[in-house]
Every structure is written in structure tokens, then in C-alpha cells.
């Protein structure tokens, strides 16, 4: 089952900060988050497992609700540079801790 | 190499071609993966290696799909009989250990006419 993220898209001033939800119908085992922009590779960020994990990385941050089986992605303070898609990746909890299924990504649009 | 590599970046075949998508990954990694991701979409899971063995192909979509990893290194992705709808970017990806964060290469973009 694939990962709704939400929202589809927004709009930032720098500076401003973001939210970016991924839920998932099914039992996760971990999260990972990738950014991607146009035309090249998505580039990792950070993977949360079950526990009710929350990671920091620079301004950028996620927490993982295991019982929710949602993550978000906290973008504080957000730079020219943080402007791409960004997807989730869920892993599921039945065993196969390799193959993830990715939401239809979140284009975040960071302008001066 | 430093990272994932992929050639070719651009691939123009005709409908009913075979084709064949080759993947360099990070040297001692064990853990390969597919993806093919069209536009507006995330990458779509094909098929993960552990080593030299193909531990699950349910991605592929059918048997026109095939994929192999004779060393436990490069990887070719092959695709016979190609049709538009295989038109796509095929991502690969390796990482450490399976369950590891994975890194992508830049992506082969296929075009069939």
C-alpha cells in the first residue's frame, strides 16, 4: 500500500518553516525520507524506526508515531536550498526490512 | 566510484526492442535496487539483490522485466520486447546492508517510440 503525503505541494518565503505528513494504511517498521530535485537522483535525509523515534538533522527533523503508522518532516527555517520533492519511503513490519514503497512526494518551493 | 553510477543517462528504442540498463554501485556494497518512477511519481520498487542472488523480483511487472547481478556488483536490468509504456526513469540504488538508507544513482531515462 503506498504512503499518502500531504500536502501535494506548498510554497515558502526563506525562512519560513514546513510540515510534511506521510501516512500509511499499514504496520511500519521504519520510515526514510528522501529529498529529490528536478532531474536528479533523490538524495537521503533520514530513517526513523518504530519507537516513536524523532531524528534532527541541520533544521531539518522527523518524528515516526508507530501506533499513528504516520511520519512527519519538520523544515524549520527553510533555505533556497531546501527546494525539491520530498518523498517518504515506508518499510512494512511484516519482515522485509528492504523494500520500500515511496508516497507521490510533496514539491516544497522555497523563494526569496 | 564515489557514488551509484547508471548508463546509459539517456535511452531512445523503438517499440519491440530490447534493452539493457546497467548499474555501477557504491564498491562493498551487498544490497542493490530497481526502481522505475514516471513523472509525478516516487520511485516504484522491481526488484532487490542481496549479493548475487535476486532476493525478491515482485516488483517487476512481468516477464519482460529481468534483472541480474552475475558478481555481486554491477547490475544490468534487462527489457525485452519494450513497449511506450515502459517509457520511465529507472532508478537504481545501493546501500551497506539491506534495511541501510540507500543511495540512488542519477537514473536512466528510457523513451520508447
Known amino acids: 500500500q503506498q504512503p499518502v503525503q500531504s500536502p501535494q505541494a506548498v510554497i515558502l518565503r526563506e525562512g519560513e518553516d514546513a510540515v510534511i505528513n506521510c501516512s500509511s494504511s499499514?504496520?511500519?517498521?521504519?520510515v526514510h525520507w528522501y529529498r529529490q530535485k528536478h532531474g536528479e537522483a533523490p538524495i537521503f535525509l533520514m530513517i526513523?524506526?518504530?519507537?516513536?523515534e524523532q531524528k534532527g538533522h541541520d533544521k531539518i527533523s522527523a518524528s515516526f508515531n508507530e501506533k499513528k503508522q504516520q511520519s512527519s518532516l519538520y523544515l524549520t527555517a527553510s533555505q533556497l536550498s531546501y527546494s525539491g520533492t520530498y518523498f517518504c519511503g515506508t518499510e512494512g513490519s511484516g519482515g522485509s526490512n528492504y523494500k520500500l514503497t515511496f508516497g507521490k512526494g510533496t514539491l516544497l518551493t522555497v523563494n526569496p | 566510484g564515489a557514488g551509484v553510477s547508471q548508463t546509459p543517462s539517456n535511452k531512445v528504442t523503438e517499440k519491440g526492442k530490447y534493452v539493457e540498463l546497467r548499474c555501477d554501485p557504491i564498491?562493498?556494497?551487498?544490497?542493490l535496487y530497481w526502481y522505475r518512477q514516471s513523472l509525478g511519481q516516487g520511485p516504484e520498487f522491481l526488484i532487490y539483490?542481496?549479493?548475487?542472488?535476486?532476493?525478491?523480483d515482485s516488483g517487476l511487472p512481468n516477464d519482460r522485466f529481468f534483472a541480474v547481478r552475475p558478481e555481486g556488483s554491477v547490475s544490468t536490468l534487462k527489457i525485452q520486447r519494450t513497449e511506450r509504456g515502459d517509457s520511465a526513469v529507472y532508478l537504481c540504488?545501493?546501500?551497506?546492508?539491506?534495511?541501510?538508507?540507500?543511495?540512488f544513482g542519477p537514473g536512466t531515462r528510457l523513451t520508447v517510440l
Open positions: 499499514k504496520a511500519l517498521y521504519s
Open positions: 539483490f542481496q549479493g548475487t542472488g535476486a532476493a525478491d
Open positions: 540504488a545501493s546501500s551497506l546492508e539491506s534495511g541501510a538508507k540507500q543511495f
Open positions: 564498491s562493498g556494497h551487498t544490497a
Open positions: 526513523l524506526l518504530k519507537g516513536g
